[in-house]
């Protein structure tokens, strides 16, 4: 389960925050396959990776919010 809209900049592995079998939150484990683009709540933009389950989250590209 995803642990709300959490998410790490960290490279090299999946940047979605999940629930451990314990419910605490962890990084999510599976190997990331692509790369992609998120923004934080101040509008700046972080490449992140992603694992297949969560590969939809991320944008192509940085997208101004104030467009
Ligand atoms: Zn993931």
Do not use: I
Not at 4 to 12: I, L, M, T, V
Not at 24 to 44: F, N
């Amino acid at each position: 389960m995803d642990y709300a809209g959490a998410w790490s900049a960290e490279r090299g592995r999946c940047h979605r925050l999940v629930y451990d079998p314990e419910g605490k939150p962890t990084g999510c484990p599976k190997q990331p396959v692509t790369s992609g683009w998120r923004s934080d709540y101040l509008g700046r933009w972080y490449a992140v990776d992603a694992c297949s389950r969560h590969a939809s989250q991320v944008e192509g590209r940085p997208r101004p919010r104030w467009r």
